[in-house]
């Protein structure tokens, strides 16, 4: 896996990692690693963004985008560069970060909202990066830190980070304080989350009825009046683009032999496999239980186990790990560190073919068995050279593909200059029909970078790099159709596989109608034998769960919670047919761990609605600032 490949699967917590402010960067990373950063392009005093008059600086974003890329070594190893973040749109992301902050103190000001300077000592003084022995470190220390940075940073710029954090706290705090979550609402939650059903599921698909359906002309025409607006035509776009291949760069890369030995050498941990064990177990849950009962019963599972018993059917039967059970308790192959200790350290004690326990640990008792015991291996260097040549010739095109971007992004400035800057790269412009925002892209395929910032450009206008799936495109928009609602003749043939699939499911809804009687009155499962319908059970699941032959469905949901136990539905309508269900158990959280989540889940639902009405309320209030975005001068202090 590359380390793009890492950071993509990680992009949630890259997005919300830029939230991190200066003030806090700093306090967490003192003394600084950090690097002087790039210098090139825009001269400091450029302005990248402005805020109802308030410039943010180059010096600034180039400080805080430095800080960033360091952050991200950090967690992800010092070979992460700033061409693997702008493919993750790391720059914009951060100048969106800056310019919203910026944002939150011109709503603050407005507000009358300010942080003294008594109040920006205190904070200071209470940091721990400027304590020892519980006291402040002295004024005089406290500046030999900040200017241990790298770039140096003065104590009036520290304190103007800390004063507009202070700010920004207060504001949200000033906005959002007044807001509660009840018990009540925190009990409801938890048990939205955590109660659970097990049911028998009878399912009538819609495509078992569409033989033998009809949708006339007559019936089109009727649906067609009647819902419209599902077939409105979208927006389309038109763009004129030349992309870079980046697969054909790699097609003509060339490695060397000593190339492939170094990045082995430099990277032998991705060719290790740790030690790692094959198990099954049974747990036995101790939760609101009696410790000496559970523990009994365990010690008797390992006798019967230990005698010949099958251990896969065991498990099946008494195993209170839902994640395993029904696999007989195959956990599969895992290394140190995945399972609690004390599982650990048993499982992999333990010779293949044994039997241990019963292992007290924080989920309860547990009986393991050992299948298979693998010793820390490292694969040769012949094994993955072909691996390793692949990854060389890859990152060589993504680097020669970012060049020939960044190269082009500083010659195409307007539409005129595609041709001359296709032929000065050996490249081809080409032209797409109109599209959707959603189809793929004639010459391009299914990009939805492309799509969506074709569809939110202007016509004239020309882009910067856009990543696609094979490199890099530059596009321009030559022309627009507005969204419109079409004749029925220009849709019919889709206006009747709607009618199609109507009547299908209805078809499905009146055989389930006709059998949901007996199934109410008398025995489900012979009832559905006797309809010719399979009955199938589900374990115990949560709402939102893919329930069988069915998938998800807000339908089905609300009927499960809502029915008791033994409980028998109407005919549920679902996206793909019908289906009638019958609640075979219910699992309601205990009161203990209600009793251990109650005051973290409160906390979690106060900060969501806070967060919520504080996104809400910015929002708004941005829309009535005037901010500008220097997206040129962005380019030349990351080029």
């Not at 940091?127 to 104590?155: C, H, K, S």
């Not at 849709?491 to 709607?498: L, P, Q, S, T, Y």
Request: aromatic residues 8%; without cysteine; proline residues 3%.
């Amino acid at each position: 896996m590359t380390m793009l490949d890492r950071m993509r699967r990680h992009r949630s917590w890259l997005k919300w990692s830029l939230a991190i402010v200066v003030v806090s960067f700093v306090l967490l990373y003192i003394p600084s690693f950090l690097g002087n950063g790039p210098q090139q392009g825009a001269a400091n005093n450029a302005v990248v963004a402005e805020v109802n008059g308030q410039e943010i600086s180059a010096a600034e974003f180039r400080r805080v985008y430095q800080q960033q890329i360091q952050a991200y070594r950090q967690s992800y190893g010092a070979n992460v560069d700033e061409r693997l973040l702008k493919q993750l749109g790391i720059d914009q992301r951060i100048v969106q970060q800056m310019v919203e902050e910026q944002a939150a103190l011109s709503e603050a000001k407005r507000l009358g909202i300010t942080a003294s300077d008594a109040e920006v000592r205190e904070r200071i003084l209470a940091l721990p990066a400027f304590q020892e022995n519980g006291q402040f470190i002295g004024d005089q220390r406290y500046r030999q830190v900040l200017q241990m940075q790298n770039p140096l940073m003065r104590t009036d710029e520290f304190e103007d980070e800390v004063r507009r954090s202070i700010m920004t706290e207060k504001l949200q705090a000033a906005l959002t304080g007044w807001m509660t979550v009840s018990d009540s609402d925190v009990q409801k939650e938890f048990n939205r989350r955590n109660e659970k059903v097990k049911l028998a599921v009878v399912s009538f698909p819609a495509d078992k009825f569409r033989e033998g359906v009809v949708a006339t002309d007559a019936d089109v025409t009727r649906y067609f009046e009647a819902h419209q607006e599902e077939f409105r035509i979208p927006e389309k776009r038109k763009i004129r683009f030349l992309t870079i291949d980046q697969e054909a760069l790699r097609q003509k890369a060339s490695v060397t032999g000593q190339q492939i030995e170094r990045y082995y050498n430099d990277n032998i941990q991705q060719f290790s496999t740790p030690e790692q064990v094959h198990a099954e177990h049974i747990l036995l849950k101790t939760d609101g239980k009696d410790d000496a009962a559970v523990k009994k019963q365990a010690e008797s599972l390992l006798a019967q186990a230990k005698g010949g018993a099958n251990f896969e059917d065991l498990a099946k039967k008494y195993s209170e790990d839902d994640a395993s059970k029904a696999k007989g308790g195959d956990l599969d192959y895992f290394g140190r560190g995945q399972m609690v200790k004390e599982f650990d350290d048993a499982a992999f004690a333990a010779k293949p073919g044994d039997i241990v326990g019963p292992v007290k640990t924080q989920f309860g008792y547990h009986i393991i068995k050992v299948l298979d015991h693998r010793q820390a291996q490292t694969k040769p260097l012949a094994e993955v050279r072909s691996q390793i040549e692949d990854q060389l010739k890859f990152e060589q095109a993504q680097d020669q593909a970012q060049k020939a971007a960044d190269s082009i992004s500083s010659q195409l400035k307007s539409p005129a200059d595609f041709d001359k800057v296709a032929r000065d790269h050996g490249l081809t412009v080409h032209e797409s029909g109109f599209f959707q925002q959603d189809e793929p892209i004639a010459g391009i395929g299914l990009a939805p970078n492309v799509a969506q910032e074709a569809f939110s450009m202007k016509i004239g206008d020309v882009s910067d790099p856009i990543r696609t799936p094979q490199g890099y495109a530059f596009v321009t928009v030559l022309a627009k159709q507005d969204s419109y609602l079409p004749k029925l003749d220009e849709v019919k043939a889709k206006v009747r596989d709607a009618v199609l699939k109507e009547k299908a499911i209805d078809a499905a809804r009146q055989k389930a109608a006709s059998v949901d009687a007996a199934m109410k009155s008398g025995d489900f499962d012979k009832a559905a034998k006797d309809a010719g319908v399979e009955v199938k059970t589900t374990d115990f699941i949560t709402r939102g769960s893919q329930v069988t032959d069915i998938g998800q469905s807000a339908a089905v949901d609300a009927a499960a919670f809502s029915l008791p136990k033994g409980g028998v539905s109407d005919p549920i309508v679902t996206a793909n047919g019908a289906a009638i269900i019958k609640v075979v158990d219910k699992q309601m959280p205990s009161p203990s761990d209600f009793a251990a989540q109650k005051d973290s889940l409160r906390t979690e639902l106060l900060n969501q609605r806070r967060n919520e009405f504080y996104s809400a309320y910015m929002n708004k209030a941005r829309q009535r600032m005037d901010i500008r975005i220097n997206r040129e001068v962005i380019a030349q202090i990351t080029a």
